[in-house]
């Protein structure tokens, strides 16, 4: 199982070598010039909400959408580099604070109208206008002035909780604070230079930056018009207008998107008309792709078991951008001890819950970074392999020698004993927590495992912070910056409880410097205190794993953005268009 | 009778007004609310606050409450928070297929339940009656998911038949109109509507024919045979009429299951309905579409007992209301 994996792994790594010199896919023998016409039928698990509002959606499986209709003004590049997307060109000053960007010529939106920079003014404006519905507004506190009035904002809120002033009142300071930043700050934050040139200026150098202004570009011409607290009714938020190499045609409630090809995609005309995303039950899928009812579905490892002799289905697997992981509360009086943290990272089989729930299609994770992600880099790392020896070495050293008659260890007394609380609907990792039961009883920690519903978890875990440990996991964008979860001034910063001031400042200075050259020993330096300090168990990242079938689509050259990166490249054959 | 009706319509009132605030308070009760499982380091926390300060969530309990009524009594069932639309466009969008779903399998169910039902009782302890029973307990303990999920592999994707859609109402992206679209929804219905109709039938067998045995027992209709009445008119024209009176119970407490929809048969073969919405709606904490939906559930189920009780005196004219 575990060579066929390796072989398998191999030749998607070696197919997506081929394919970034060579632009024909080199599965097909017989694959000739490609022919327009057919339909795409690909598939997720649950509706969209029908939020096709880049701005506003909140489910990624709006964002399925929303990701072939809209652009951002940056994409990336099969390393996953920044490139210019909506623009033609892009510079960063000297001082590395302003961002330049020059917008491709001729762009259109579906409706007709040309893109401008006013419509990419529009859409980072309203995501920091005070009336804005959606969740967005942090990711642009860089900007000139405005980490000043969203700290203004925050303590108006706080006022409001302490009751020390109506939600009228607050209402208004804040939007005088609004009106403040727009007359002083804005013009310098985000300046239109003329309909093709923009430049966003930030108070101090801020990497993730590049990330955050890579968001999708929404038209001023559909919106400019509705008061921004209104945004959510606007019919366009359900029936969007964009720029991608596909239109949207229509939503039919809990059963499928339609959208249509964009004639005048910038990066060219699609060939395959129509696409038709279904939604489909997880465990009909594979059979419904085995069948030819749909022709592309994320698959999960267990199932690849079931498609791995069908010739005409492709596996596209990615390291991916989360990690789950096994959170501790340091209030804990015995989590709080490194000892017991590391002495758990030992005796939890993580290898063998890489191989036996992801059937080889994960990677052990011994700290923050996924492998995904450019920062990483495990040679530098204590690797815990599994050695319950080694853990029960330094769980006497924490002083846990005594066994009791259960056979577990004991201190002065008391028993080494937590409660390990777990939210249900993630299989694996529900399956992981008998696992890790087991593993740390072997060792003489006493863990009482608790399944307890996702939101009710997590009110448990990040609002009241009333658990002992907790499994769950974190997904993570392209930047690496941990700021958002490792500092504690933040709230997923300050749910494990734990600080450590060479933390905070290498956080801090990995997000000033702009070079990712210069940046990764930052956060191999960072990476290196987690790998020691363990705030988390860190337990696994669990592969994307994309099925396709390979047949009928053509044209496909799958890196590391996944398999649907080109999907205006995309065509099928005369023969399976039907 | 018109004032019997009346009477129970005006005291559905002060209930329907206890429910809501019952349904409320356990709602509110479950740990969480619409913005918690946002676990995403991107989604900004302080801009989370500040949209729970918008959306009310950390007002005083009887206020909420007193906004939520207020709101109802001007006939706005209000806005869902994550789905971002009004609840009543949400519950409406899927009535028609959840009804569809609902009225085609509850047909299957009389139509087959009742007369299997019967027969079971006529035929009492021959080979047909040992048949229906055994196929009863069979269907009674079949999980539904799996017999949709038999169903579809069976049917559907080619081992060994291929001659229905595995999913969804209707065909994605064909754009039919007239009897085509009607004909598609139709082929569409099949399987879930068996899915869902299933248990129902077996359920139902086995009430028909407890009721049919124990009325067979009465005095009346051994007097009814001792006239010297053939057996059919016997069964059908005296018997039946009271062995349904179970149904009638069944039918009515049905009404809100009908609206309600079926969670797992909708998701296993992609039903837009109402009960994945509710699902839905429950694991994020969406208050607006929780309480709407619980209103309605709330209503159907005692219109639906109010129903059964005018059935009862519609077959039973023993039975009077004044």
Partial sequence: MMKRFLVGLLAVALLAAGC???????????????????TLYLSMFSAPKGVFNPILYEDQYDSNVIGLVFNGLLRTNEKLEWICDLCKSFEVSADNKTVTFILRDNLKWHDGKLVTTKDVAFTFMSMLHPDYTGVRTGDYSALVGVEEMLAERDQLGADIDAKKISKEDAAKKIKESWDKWVANSSKQAINVIDDKKIAFTTDEPYAPFLQNLAFSIIPEHVFGSTEIGKMADHPATKTPIGTGPYKFVEYKTDQFV?????????????????????????????????????????????????????????????????????????????????????AMAYAIDRQAMVKALLQGYGTVMNSHMPPAIWAYDASQLNAYAYDPQKAQELLAQAGWKEKNGDGYLTKDGKVLEFTLLYPSGNKVREASAPLIQANLKAVGIKVNTEMKEFASLSTTVFDERKMDAWLMGWSLSLDPDPGSIFLPDNKWGKVTGWTNARSEELIKEGTRKLKPEERKPIYVEWAKILNDELPYVFLYSQNTIEAVRSDKLKGLKPDARGALWNIWEFWIPESKQK | MGKYVVRRLLQMVPILFGATLLIFMVIKMAPGDPFSAMIDPRMDPRKIEELRRLYCLDCPLPLQYWNWLKQILQGDLGTSIRFKTSVSTMILDRLGPTLTLGIASELLVFLFGIPLGILAAVKKDSWLDYLTTGLAFAGLSIPAFFFGLL???????????????????????????????????????????????????????????????????????????????????????????????????????????LVGGAIITESIFIWPGIGRMTYTALLERDYPVLMALNLMFALLTMLGSLLADLGYALVDPRIRYD
């Fill in chain 1, 20 to 38: 970034s010199t060579k632009s024909s896919n080199t599965k097909d023998p017989d694959s000739t010039a490609p022919v327009d016409g057919g």
């Fill in chain 2, 151 to 257: 169903l579809i592999k069976g049917f559907a994707l080619g081992s060994p038949f291929k001659l229905l859609p595995s999913s969804h109402y209707l065909t994605a992206g064909a754009d039919l109109t007239g009897v085509d679209y009607l004909v598609d929804i139709g082929r569409h219905l099949i399987l879930p509507a068996l899915a869902l109709g299933i248990t129902g039938v077996a359920g139902l067998m086995r009430y028909v024919r407890t009721s049919m045995l124990e009325v067979l027992k009465q005095d009346y209709v051994r007097t009814a045979r001792a006239k010297g009445l053939s057996d059919k008119v016997v069964i059908y024209k005296h018997a039946l009429r009271n062995a349904l009176m179970p149904v009638i119970t069944i039918l009515g407490l049905d009404l809100p299951a």
């Fill in chain 1, 258 to 342: 339609k959208l249509e090809r964009n004639d005048d995609y910038f990066m060219g005309k699609p060939h395959i008309p129509t696409v038709i995303y279904k939604i489909v039950n997880q465990d009909v899928g594979i059979t419904q792709l085995q069948a030819g009812e749909i022709d592309y579905m994320l698959s999960n490892p267990k199932d690849i078991e079931l498609m791995k002799d069908d010739k005409n289905i492709q596996i596209v697997s990615n390291p991916d951008f989360g990690y789950q992981y096994m959170g501790v509360n340091f209030d804990h009086p015995i989590l709080k001890d490194k000892l017991v943290r590391q």
